[in-house]
């Protein structure tokens, strides 16, 4: 979107245009564009009002019903966090007493709005000027927020009288590529973390693939997953982190929050031993954070290999940060013997998983003809060092 679209669509004419389509449907654009056209609407604001409902329907992925009222960039959607973290965000800052909080690269203002919602006032800070513009309309409900076009590395935090600030520094080039090392961030994590020298209650969103020996060590690591799947993690200081520094993942499924975590003096080692009757999947948060140990004590489980994130047990106790499945094969790795297998038991339906292996799932699946009515999941895996495949079915 370019300022004169994003003019255009802030017209009268142009927020009832788009506002009135009705729910996106690829099919349907073609169609909608040439009648808009006919009618005499321009082609540009058709083209941006059509554009923003794209947009609007991706974004309901991340916010819900609000995604309807708001404008999205392509850029700032992706790195937008969803409303559910944003507000476990701004709950944070609550908790640690903060009244006055500068997101310092607020983008289109996902952050800042559920802060906004939080009761917190917000300086939302956004370097370029059109994402700026486009935070500013979402943020037109909090008249006690602000949005500033402004380089936020420049602010004098004191002066601006906060007591909290947020960073989600970019983590993408202009061409879309994941920049992974935190020093390629903008801006860099460094300059960012030195704020906790002026505020002490900072908080980080980072990359979920940040190694763990670049996590400063006064820090709470926390890797957060939605659903499934991992979406964000961040880093937390002082007051915002109240139980002190360590790692922790907080996996939330639909209205259940829980959360695994390590104080920062280490993790415990887990057991490794043969496959039991039963094997658990640990979420993505609780791998990337490093904690598959802890949740194997949970379910009084082991590890299957020491390399692997796969714990197995011998009773079943089910967890809210694990997938569990009822073991009803083991066997090498073979194509003959698994497809032979698969068939004795009347698989049609084949759900594969793969850890520490380089099988492609798809091409699997054509060699090994499927026929039958049944239904049943296969973990090709190590299993003490050695290529193996689980036959399981869901708890």
Known sequence: MDPAALTQLLSPDGWALLNALPPYDERLTMRIAERLREEGVDAGLVAAALTQSRLRARGRAKFDDFADGMLFTPAGLEQATRLVVGARHGRRYADAGCTHVA??????????????????????????????????VNMRHFPESQVRHVDAMALDLAAEGVDGVFADPARRTASGRRRHDPAAYTPPLDDVLALREQVPALGVKVGPGIPHAALPEDAEAQWVSVDGDVVEAGLWFGPLAPEGPGRSALVLRGSTATTVRAPGDGVPVADVGPVGAYLHEPDGAVIRSGLVALAAEEVRGRLIDSTIAYVTSDTLATSPVMTSYRVLDV????LKRLRTALRERGVGRLTIKKRGTAVVPEQLRKQLDLRGEGEATIVLTRVAGSQQVIVAEPV
């Open 103 to 136: 997101d310092l690269t607020c983008g289109i203002g996902g952050d800042a709005m559920a802060m906004s919602a939080m009761g917190l006032r917000v300086l939302a800070a956004e370097v370029d000027e059109l994402t700026a513009a486009v935070a500013t």
């Open 331 to 334: 066997m090498p790795f073979g």
